[in-house]
Every structure is written in structure tokens, then in C-alpha cells.
């Protein structure tokens, strides 16, 4: 196995596995935080200062063993996990990309908007839905498992090796509610327990908390609270903040929004990207009788205008709750759209500060502007898409894998993984791998 990211950082996931004369990377993802630090300079970035500045892992360890890559798995669609398909597979251009349909969706939509000076991809697109299955040229065996995220079709991905499965379980929680598709294939992690698991590579960035992760029926309902049952002759504005790639959270939005007789609006041009390949996929056709979806500036402040005149027959949803200088909430904030702050408008963040020194700042900012306007504001109307402590004790209970690797955060953030997994019987070196984000590692 070749950790390349993700490892010991939240960000740029990809790793790859060497099994005989293949070897399959699974995940490409981008370091958001560091993406946009050098925001204005990505335009002109080759591959080797997309490197150097640390937004894309560092392919270099299995570049002398490029031609032996069969497989690019994506294993869901956040950017930190499939952003540099679009700067790295071409180094792999024999390897086919496979992902579950909305994954690939994502990624043909991020191809379009593809930004720097990197060639094309001539990589395959493949398809693969969750529960199904593919089969590498040496005949082994590739399965996607259903699994809950904060995304849909997030699918964790099992590696039918000879020795043993090789199970990459990144991101996932395990959500028995789900807003949205189905619960986690938990039959199927358990059959796969009966063949063996040898190694698992797992989520560990939330395993400090002693809980198990709430579902997101949970956020329906404090969405539900705040503006359906506390005010319901309201005639104020409603704001909601939250991330565009929540398709869960925006149907939950649209729901809501219907049993208050209002009209939604989504906007922003990433908003309209992911409904687009939610619908693209078969998942939910956000249609024009249900919401209006405003890509451009132009239709964005079009509508702007006419729900700032009707504000109790709409309800608004836009990008911008980490704050982001460009994005839509911060524009309302500053006074920059159509859209009159006025008191009392209720001002939703479905969504969580993620606690990057550029996020907790940015947030700041624009928490101190809304609060000038004495609207009321609602934060931390979410529940977290990663599994807790309790979630990973199940997962364990499970599949009982022969060696786990926690990934996804720096030791900090996994020691929850690394107690609980040692509380279970596991050592460190032994059978519980600690380990940093570039190196090659073979497990008996
Ligand atoms: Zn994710």
C-alpha cells in the first residue's frame, strides 16, 4: 500500500494498492483549506505547483510503477476526495475512473469547469452503482457497499485481493434514518467479514467523539423548529446557508419549504452543479414548479429583487456558511445584492465551521456583519456526514479486520480511532498502523 494523502491530514485523499501486477489508487481529492489560500493563482498552476503548494497529493511514489495502475476509484463525490481527478488521472490515462453515477456526474460537471493548464483526461468513465461490482483485467473482483455519508451514493470500497479484502472505508457514517437512499449495507459488511477483512482503511476525523453521529432526519427537524413550528405567521426573509453538494439537505429544504407555502430558491453557480448532476444521476429532479435555481449573477440578482419585494413567500438558499469572500451570503451580508437585510429575517447556517485557521476567521467576519442588521441568526443547524466513536465501534464489531489504518485527520483528530481500536485488542506496528501521508507499507 502507498499512502500518498488524506493520511494524517483532512484533505487530499488518494492512496493506492498494490496487489501482484496491479495496483488500483483509490480517491484524488483536493486540500480545500490550501486550494483556497492561493485561490487567485490556481489559473496559471501546473501539476508540479499544485504539488509543491500541497493542494494535490504528491503522485511521485508510484510514478515508477505508472503502467501497473488498472483503477481509479472515486469512492464519493466530495472535492476532497475526487477534486485532482482532473490533475492527476491523466498521468494513469489506461486506468478507467469508476465511481457510483452521481460521483461521476460531479466529476464530468468539474471536468467542464476545469480551470488550470493540465491536458485533458483521456481516462474511461465508468459507472458503477452502490452494491454492485466490477472486476479488475486480472479478474479481481472491485465492490462499491452502500454506505450513509453527507453526500449521495457514497459507497465504501472492498478489494476482493487473494489474501484478503481490502476494505477503504472513507468517508462514511452509519445513518439508520437516512433523509435520503438507503441505510448502510450492513449484511454485506457482515458477509464480507465471513471471507476476511485484512486490511481496512477507515474515517477516524470525528473518532474523538464518544457518541454515535446523528442522523440527518435530526437536521429535518431543527430545520422544521426553527422555521416552520416557532413562527408560523411569519412574514419575515428566511436565509438558509449550506453546502451545495447536501442534496439530502436540500430536499429536506425544499420539503420544509413546501409546507410553508413558500417558493424556494437555490442559488449560486456550485448550488446549480450539483442539483444538475443529482438529477443527471436519477437521485432528485429539483423541478422549476418546486425551486428556482439562479446559476448566474444576472438571474441570482433577478430573483433577489423580486423575493426582497415578496419576502414571505420565499425562501432563499445559498453557498457561503464558512463565510468565503465571493460567495453569495457574505455578498447579502455586505449589502451587495438586492436582498435588504432587515431585522428579524432568519439567517440559517445548516452547516458547521470547519475548523481551519481561514474558516474560523472568514466566519468571524461575517458573522460580526449580519449581526449589525439585529436579524436572527441560527448556527450550527447540522449534523456531521463522519462517523463518531460508537459508529466505529460497530464498524469493527462487524468486520473485524486483520490490520486497521485510521485516516482522514492528523493523529490528534484519530486518536479516538487509535484507543478504541487498541481497547478492542489491537497494537500499534503490530496490527494498528499509525502512519504518515507519503510512504509504501506491505502488511502480512
Ligand atoms: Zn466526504
Redo the contacts with the bound molecule.
Sequence with gaps: MYTLGGVDEAGRNMMAFEIGEEIVICDMGLQLSNLVAHNDEVDKMGLSDLVEKNIVANPEMIMKHKDKVKAIIVS?A?L??VGAVQYLANLFPQAPIYGTPFTIEVLKVLMKSQRTVTSPLKNKFIKVNVNSSFNLPSGIEVEFVNVT???PQ?AIVAIHAPEGVIMYAN?FKFDNRPALGQRSNYQRLKELDEIGIKLLVVDSVRSNLKRKTLSEIVVKEMLRDIFIETDIVDTKGVVITTFASHITRLKSIMELTQELNRKLVFLGRSMAKYCKAAKNAGIIDFKEKDVIICETPAERNKWLDIVNKNKKDYVVVCTGHQGEENAVMSKIAEGKTPFELKEDDKIIFSSEVIPTQINIEASQILHSKLEAYNCKIFKDIHVS?HASREDHRDLLGMIHPKHVVPVHGHVRLKEGMIELAEELGYEKDKNLWVLPDQGEYEFK
Design positions: 464519493h466530495h476532497d476526495h455519508h453527507s453526500i457514497a468517508d456526514g
